[in-house]
């Protein structure tokens, strides 16, 4: 081996030491000059500086540091942030409008859905599309009919069976409402009731029509006897809208749920069972009656059952 070539081993050797000693390792012998046999260049570093006086230093933001604790995040980052929560945003919206759609009766029951047609009609991706009629399936208010989706029918066994099941469990809840409920509490129903009243609107009522007896539920604070309130007023609340078009529905139920809520206040147990139970059996009387009157422009798709 000739002597330079010695040399130029030499001074390799001594600039990957250099390299290593200053927390470099490889990237000083990358960084260096090689010439096309391999060996270093005629550019050395100086014996008095380091290699990260020379190389570029490592960005502590590249992918080897990308795992640091601390790193701002990006500007890619944030804004993709920012579209996931703009995106969620839009699927609740999105379900808000369809299960009002549907609960106000502006979608029939039976009706078809398909997902393209709600691609066109609400401007939107298949996915928030998906996840909306995910969860009204889940809801009762949607079915699957074959490769596609359905308004769900009125189902007379179910709504009887609701009904049933509300007997039982919606006089345990006001029991329990009228030992344990506050002045303040009833008052902020009291008000709500009365606004929905006076200021009707088909938003409002959905709004509370599902919303009281579920909120004298919750003064139960037994959260198992609100949730099955919950499910049991929204399996029911397209019925009611048939009976509650009219005025005088409204001014019942208005009257009605008043009725409901003094006895509560009053920490009248039974009477306030019984006052839930006599508006149960109402209201289901009213409901068979709409569906019935309105079987001619629902069409067959429309009821089931009896």
């Given at each position: 081996m000739t002597q330079a070539r010695i040399q130029e081993r030499l001074d390799q050797r001594d600039l990957f030491r250099r390299g290593n000693k200053d927390g470099l390792g490889l990237q000083a012998v990358a960084g260096a000059d090689f010439g096309d046999d391999g060996a270093v260049g005629k550019t050395r570093y100086p014996r008095n500086q380091g290699a990260h006086d020379v190389l570029p230093p490592l960005e502590t933001n590249s992918f080897s540091f990308g795992c640091q604790v601390g790193i701002p995040p990006t500007r890619e980052a944030s804004m993709t942030a920012i579209a996931t929560a703009q995106q969620q945003q839009e699927g609740t919206d999105l379900l808000s409008r369809l299960r009002f759609s549907i609960l106000s009766l502006e979608l029939v029951p039976g009706e078809p859905i398909s997902e393209?047609?709600?691609?066109?009609?609400?401007?939107?991706?298949?996915?928030?599309?998906?996840?909306?009629?995910?969860?009204?399936?889940?809801?009762?208010?949607?079915?699957?009919?074959?490769?596609?989706?359905?308004?769900?029918?009125?189902?007379?066994?179910?709504?009887?069976?609701?009904?049933?099941?509300?007997?039982?469990?919606?006089?345990?809840?006001?029991?329990?409402?009228?030992?344990?409920?506050?002045?303040?509490?009833?008052?902020?129903?009291?008000?709500?009731?009365?606004?929905?009243?006076?200021?009707?609107?088909?938003?409002?009522?959905?709004?509370?029509?599902?919303?009281?007896?579920?909120?004298?539920?919750?003064?139960?604070?037994?959260?198992?006897?609100?949730?099955?309130?919950?499910?049991?007023?929204?399996?029911?609340?397209?019925?009611?809208?048939?009976?509650?078009?009219?005025?005088?529905?409204?001014?019942?139920?208005?009257?009605?749920?008043?009725?409901?809520?003094?006895?509560?206040?009053?920490?009248?147990?039974?009477?306030?069972?019984?006052?839930?139970?006599?508006?149960?059996?109402?209201?289901?009387?009213?409901?068979?009656?709409?569906?019935?009157?309105?079987?001619?422009f629902m069409g067959r798709r429309g009821v089931v059952g009896e």
């Open positions: 393209r047609s709600l691609e066109a009609q609400f401007k939107m991706s298949r996915t928030p599309i998906r996840e909306a009629l995910f969860h009204l399936v889940r809801d009762g208010l949607v079915i699957r009919e074959g490769r596609g989706y359905a308004v769900a029918p009125f189902d007379m066994e179910e709504i009887e069976e609701v009904f049933a099941f509300r007997d039982i469990v919606e006089p345990a809840a006001v029991r329990l409402a009228a030992r344990l409920a506050t002045d303040a509490e009833t008052d902020a129903i009291r008000r709500s009731i009365t606004l929905g009243h006076q200021e009707f609107t088909p938003e409002r009522w959905l709004d509370l029509g599902l919303d009281f007896h579920v909120r004298c539920a919750a003064l139960s604070r037994n959260r198992c006897l609100t949730a099955a309130m919950q499910d049991v007023t929204l399996r029911t609340v397209r019925a009611r809208w048939l009976s509650f078009a009219s005025e005088e529905g409204r001014a019942t139920t208005h009257r009605e749920h008043s009725e409901i809520l003094d006895l509560i206040c009053a920490k009248d147990e039974t009477g306030a069972a019984c006052a839930v139970l006599a508006h149960s059996a109402a209201v289901r009387q009213d409901v068979r009656k709409a569906i019935n009157s309105a079987r001619r």
